[in-house]
């Protein structure tokens, strides 16, 4: 019996020891193109980002009011799409050096557009050492599972004059500190459409203890895959293409062959227009020259000239006749 009930465990954790594991959430790289943000009636839509006071809650507030913000509700800062087009997972979107200019507005334009913020404008950075604390964090990663999102946005960086301010979730010592949250949000795998949201506590620095809100919104675009942009830039270079070789076509052209009167005529597979430029078939070129020919010394014009005018005289002056009464010897 004993040998029975020890050989029924063994089938059971054979059984149990195949059953494979929880399928993981995918890993998404690649650039999170975002959505600038608008305010069409009191809220906000698309990307914006907004700041809880100390005192305040996440879901109530009060959040900070920005006297530059475009929205009728002050408290949000909408942004707009960088240089990048948005945001990078799998690697970094460094502040540039140096990261500020002379009025200590923000020159970290990769992610975002930097926005005014009380008249200085902010911009947006993942930098491989974070700049306020100079700890090493790892690049943004965002992972799908079953439409939800999480992620690890700790080089989240925000610059505004002259200062630095860590705004990634988590921290990066990985702390969870006051209302910071972690990433979150909603991914439809079929269109790429995206939502995500988090808030993190800034730590030091004139803002100490007020927590930033960030929603970002807009369309996930794999690693390797080609922008939106991409076939009207092919259009664009195959416009330049052609138009380089209608261009090389204009500054040749053929020449006749003197026959008689008869002119030379083109090779008939030879294509009569600008479309020439772009046969892939047989096309020949008959005694094709450039423009720019042999030019006729100066002694020769004139000479010629002279000769001209001399027969041209010859023409006008009478030719004297012999007349009747004379006589030959």
């Not at 988590?170 to 972690?182: C, F, H, Q, V, Y």
Request: net charge positive; proline share 8%; with cysteine.
């Amino acid at each position: 019996m004993a040998r029975g009930g020890a050989a029924l465990a063994l089938v059971l954790v054979s059984l149990f020891s195949a059953r494979p594991a929880a399928a993981a959430g995918t890993n998404l790289v690649g650039t999170f193109a975002l959505t600038a943000g608008a305010c069409p009636s009191g809220g906000a839509t698309g990307t914006y980002f907004r700041m809880v006071q100390p005192s305040g809650t996440v879901a109530n507030g009060p959040f900070v009011s920005n006297g530059d913000s475009t929205c009728s509700d002050k408290t949000y800062t909408l942004l707009s799409p960088g240089s990048d087009g948005g945001v990078i997972t799998g690697g970094y979107q460094a502040a540039p050096s140096p990261a500020f200019d002379g009025q200590g507005n923000s020159l970290a334009n990769k992610i975002v557009v930097p926005a005014v913020f009380f008249g200085v404008r902010f911009g947006l950075s993942t930098d491989q050492t974070d700049r306020q604390t100079h700890t090493a964090v790892p690049p943004l990663s965002v992972q799908a599972d079953g439409g939800k999102l999480t992620g690890d946005l700790r080089a989240w960086e925000a610059t505004w004059n002259k200062q630095d301010f860590n705004q990634g979730a988590p921290k990066p010592d990985g702390s969870m500190p006051k209302l910071t949250t972690a990433p979150h949000g909603t991914y439809d795998a079929s269109t790429g459409a995206f939502v995500l949201e988090w808030t993190s506590t800034i730590s030091g620095g004139p803002f100490n203890d007020f927590t930033g809100s960030w929603h970002l919104a807009g369309t996930f675009r794999p690693a390797g895959s080609a922008p939106a942009s991409a076939p009207a830039a092919q259009q664009t270079t195959k416009a330049k293409s052609s138009a380089a070789a209608a261009s090389a076509k204009a500054g040749s052209t053929a020449t006749t062959q003197a026959a008689s009167g008869q002119a030379a005529t083109a090779d008939t597979t030879a294509p009569a227009t600008d479309d020439a430029a772009q046969s892939t078939g047989p096309v020949k070129t008959i005694g094709a020259v450039a423009r720019k020919g042999w030019k006729p010394p100066a002694w020769l014009i004139v000479l010629t000239a002279i000769v001209g005018v001399g027969a041209a005289l010859a023409l006008l002056l009478p030719i004297r006749r012999p007349t009747p009464n004379a006589t030959t010897e």
